[in-house]
């Protein structure tokens, strides 16, 4: 009797990749207060527009009080409140604020799924920053969109997909019988030297299965009659477009900016619900042990 190839991965509990997501918070890409620009009342209109052009910024909040430790900031301006200013003869930066919203500040720890959906849906202030507040309501640090290619928000939506990679590795394993013909095609299977240690041994020599994250959804969107956890993955995959996941890895993978023109903050956004709903379903229907007794191909690998 043939013996049944293993699809082999690492052991690694899927804890790991959950504990990596959970600890990455707002405060972890934030710039503090006592780090970022900030002008003040009394400061000239056109010297402070000058500065902001030469460093590229496109808001700047405003410091009222004695001194940083002790000042509050409540106000920001802008290079466009300021240019209007201008136009109309007002001389200082008190005179081109905007007052900061509750709906612009967010606590600093914040998890960064709600991060990302509130960067998400300020779609009339996109260029106005999120300022990060204490419990006390003191402002301790801001971001703007540019905060979401900090390698910090990387790893956090790396662990993510290597979260779902696994578990989809997971199912797969589990139903490797169903899957057997998708699993053994060209696209899919990758077969691995022997290691040398096996080239001696009477047994059986198995066959090694390296599957990537665009294989492993392959394999699970081609075939019909799946298991009730299959069928819902595969809906959710077809539905939602399933090539963005694998686009976002290879993105996250290689140095590439994480929000741009071609990579939105709404198709960001989109993605990581999606990758979110995936790993819903897979935790719903999972065994109580998440433990995979297999060895995995390095993560790092496309």
């Known amino acids: ?21 959970s600890t990455i918070r707002a405060f972890s890409i934030m710039t503090p ?7 003040k009342p009394n400061d000239l209109l056109d010297e402070q527009l000058q500065i902001m052009r030469d460093k590229g910024f496109d808001v700047i909040p405003m410091l009222k009080g004695t001194g940083l430790e ?27 604020t905007t007052k900061i919203e509750e709906e612009d500040k967010i606590l600093e720890d914040l998890p960064m799924d709600e991060v990302i959906s509130k960067f998400s849906s300020r779609k009339n202030k996109s260029r106005v920053p999120l300022f990060l507040r204490n419990e006390n309501n003191q402002i301790t640090g801001l971001m ?11 790893m956090y ?21 169903k899957l057997r013909e998708v699993c053994m095609c060209k696209y899919c299977v990758r077969k691995r030297k022997e290691r040398k240690k096996r080239m001696h041994s009477h047994d059986n020599l198995e066959e090694y299965y390296y599957l990537n994250l665009k294989e492993l959804i ?20 077809l539905r939602e477009g399933h090539g963005e996941i694998v686009k976002l890895r290879n993105t996250i993978a ?15 956004a989109r993605i990581h619900s999606l990758i ?14 998440n433990k995979l007794d297999l060895e995995m191909r390095c993560l790092g690998r496309s």
Not at 1 to 16: A, D, H, W
Not at 144 to 154: E, F, I, P, Q
């Open 33 to 39: 207060r006592y780090e970022f620009e900030y002008c």
């Open 70 to 96: 002790t000042g509050e900031f409540s106000e920001y301006s802008s290079q466009e409140s300021i240019e209007e200013k201008i136009k109309k003869g007002f001389k200082n930066c008190e005179d081109a």
């Open 157 to 177: 939506l790396f662990a993510l997909i290597s979260e779902l990679e696994l578990s989809l590795l997971q199912m797969v394993s589990k139903d490797y019988y």
């Open 218 to 237: 392959h394999i699970i969107i081609t075939p019909e009659n799946l298991c009730e956890t299959h069928r819902r993955v595969k809906n959710v995959l």
């Open 276 to 289: 979110k709903n995936l790993l819903s379903i897979c935790k719903d229907t999972s065994s109580s042990n």
């Open 1 to 21: 009797m043939q013996q049944k190839p293993k699809i082999k991965i690492r052991t690694i509990s899927l804890e790991v990749f959950k504990k990596v997501a």
């Open 144 to 154: 703007t969109l540019a905060d979401l290619d900090k390698t910090a928000v990387k």
């Open 254 to 268: 290689h140095p590439k900016p994480l929000v741009s023109d071609k990579f939105p903050i709404s198709k960001l």
